[in-house]
């Protein structure tokens, strides 16, 4: 019966460095915030990507959080998003006083249609936050476009799309993260690069860094008065507690010093899967990860696309049936309990479409090449 | 040089266990939150202590905002707090738009002057936020009177009160945390059970205790979900990533097995810091800390009030000198940058007072009697 041992939809990887790291911060006696792991990890994300500056966070979440706090979103102010998204997408805006417009993904992608943004933006929209879903990138070009020209801001929601880059037209690589003002990072225990719970929020425009900061720090200018460049801190600004104990940065060091390895890992996993499957999904119609040629791929997510929910439902249960964990994803945010009354009517028809026929298939650094056969044999024989 | 080892103004205690459970956490594969280690130190919080319910969120700041959601805060709402406080007391509810009203301290005491309290009520109060300062308690049945007269929500802030207890007017001893319909404490490095960053929601009033666990998983009914209550889940409301890692719990847990034994030699500590500097202090007029007969004593701080700030300077000078770290502590909110422009201009003197005159000695686990013998030495000899 080993070819009925389960294969579940995530395995967290652990390099091997992670526990001993997180005995140096715990031997170190420094545990709370913004030690020597977190200005490490912060550097090695600068340098990395581009990003202006870097703070690490509890979550995405609180990323984003302190994102709709920088832009100063106020109540009534519209923020222009996918429907197509995590919870936390919104909520971050919501709690700030903002009302989402949801934009319809587009039919070959999850991610946010950006040919349909321009008629969404009203004298009130305060911001757009592209979701780069499965971590392939947005067209960040037509949206910083947009941004320029109705003098909007640009939140990425990068939470899946570490080590990503976008191809701009004029040929040029950059990482996912570094185009727009602000742009929010999620090390959650799925990511390719995790810390059990994190995130990390990139500050690109250089005139929300030095609130960045307060804000991290609970509104108050510590940090600075560490560095001697106050004598004294204090209450200065609005502010949470937002940034992680080195406990969580110290083993998110271990993550990065080996994100090369795992990002090489994933990518084979990914390509295994796509030429495993590719004839068979054009044969059954079945839709496969779109890669536009603006974006590379991080390999963050395997997924397939299901002519409907039947057919969908019945893979789950096929593979579960052979103890192969697939999952699908997000629910329409327009469509939920919480918002349906409060959208403006729209419908969404492709955010719909993903919500129903999309699953994504198991997608871990351990991951093994000939369980991946059996997971492709697995789907094959179900249609 | 023996005599000059510098003596630190805190030390975080580790157990010896903690290593070993993150490396359990870690090797389980379960790191993200909500696992086996948050809910076991959940059980252990509100077995020992008649909470409600608990949940562990990633800091006190985070579990005063939680509180601030639950008591549905709105604009122009005020709250009323001490002014001698951190500043996410305030914070969490200034996020949700609310006024707040600083109230001053007792003479004898850093916590709130509960006798103050009831004119700064009016028809748009919402909260009390009573702050048990250094762990002692606030009169809690004056305030829980008050609450329920003017129908008031009270809110605990404990960052500092683990394990403490109140003797109300019955002689009834009750946990610190237990009485407020919320109450919030802190895991931070420098309290007396730590994991780094950290904190817990004690949720007392059960009309909060469903929607609290939707909060905390931002918004959305997940636990509900996997206990099987509904049969899928979604976005049902506001919220955020309110929840620690399973590294930051199952380091919590370790602590939490030990913690007589941290409160036990902490006491010890601060009944030496009292036995040896009694006299003294009455002799030269400086106050020490005050422990009503409502309130027991954990043991978090012990701290001195000295006539004035030159006189108070000059013996953490002297200490510094001498190789000790004393720090003194909060600044009045009330008169800081962030707030002293919408605060109502009313005279705060003790709080004044205090953020001038309180000093701060080091307390922590390891803290040795030779040092403590070392750090009254020095005391004496400066004034």
């Not at 031997?27 to 990890?41: E, M, P, V």
């Not at 560095?227 to 110290?250: A, T």
């Not at 059954?284 to 963050?300: M, Q, R």
Request: charged residues 25%; contains cysteine; proline residues 3%.
């Amino acid at each position: 019966m080993k070819d009925k041992k389960e294969i579940p939809f995530n395995k967290p990887y652990l390099t091997g460095k992670e526990v001993h790291y997180l005995y140096d911060s715990v031997s170190s006696g420094k545990l709370s915030g913004n030690g020597k792991y977190t200005k490490k990890c912060q550097n090695f994300l600068v340098n990395s990507y581009g990003f202006g500056k870097c703070l690490l966070t509890t979550s995405c979440t609180d990323a984003l959080e302190m994102a709709a706090l920088l832009i100063d979103i106020q109540p009534g102010d519209e923020v222009i998003m996918p429907s197509y998204t995590f919870v936390s997408t919104a909520n971050a805006f919501i709690l700030r006083g903002a009302k989402i417009v949801f934009a319809d993904s587009r039919k070959d992608h999850p991610g946010m249609d950006e040919a349909s943004i321009e008629k969404l933006i009203t004298a009130k929209t305060k911001a757009i936050v592209p979701v780069h879903y499965a971590g392939v990138a947005c067209d960040m070009d037509v949206i910083m476009d947009l941004a320029d020209q109705y003098n909007l801001f640009v939140i990425e929601d990068a939470a899946q799309a570490i080590d990503n880059y976008y191809i701009d037209r004029t040929g040029n690589k950059r990482a996912l993260g570094s185009i727009g003002h602000l742009a929010a990072f999620s090390f959650h225990e799925t990511k390719n690069i995790i810390s059990g719970e994190g995130g990390m929020l990139a500050i690109n425009d250089a005139q929300f860094q030095e609130r960045a900061e307060i804000i991290w720090e609970k509104g108050t200018n510590r940090s600075s008065f560490f560095r001697g460049e106050v004598d004294k801190y204090g209450w200065v600004d609005i502010g949470s507690s937002f940034l992680p104990s080195e406990l969580i940065s110290s083993f998110l060091w271990a993550q990065l010093e080996n994100l090369k390895e795992i990002q090489q890992r994933r990518t084979e996993i990914w390509n295994l899967y796509f030429q495993g499957l590719e004839t068979w999904a054009h044969d059954n119609n079945i839709g496969l990860p779109v890669i536009p040629s603006y974006s590379t791929n991080n390999a963050h997510m395997f997924y397939l696309v299901f002519e409907n929910i039947e057919q969908r439902d019945s893979v789950i249960k096929k593979l579960k049936k052979n103890n192969i964990l697939a999952v699908f994803h997000y629910l329409s945010l327009h469509k939920s309990e919480f918002y349906k009354d409060k959208h403006d009517g729209r419908e969404l028809i492709e955010s719909d479409s993903f919500s129903d026929c999309l699953v994504r298939l198991p997608m871990f650094f351990e991951l093994e090449d000939s369980q991946i056969e059996r997971i492709i044999k697995v789907i094959k024989s179900s249609i």
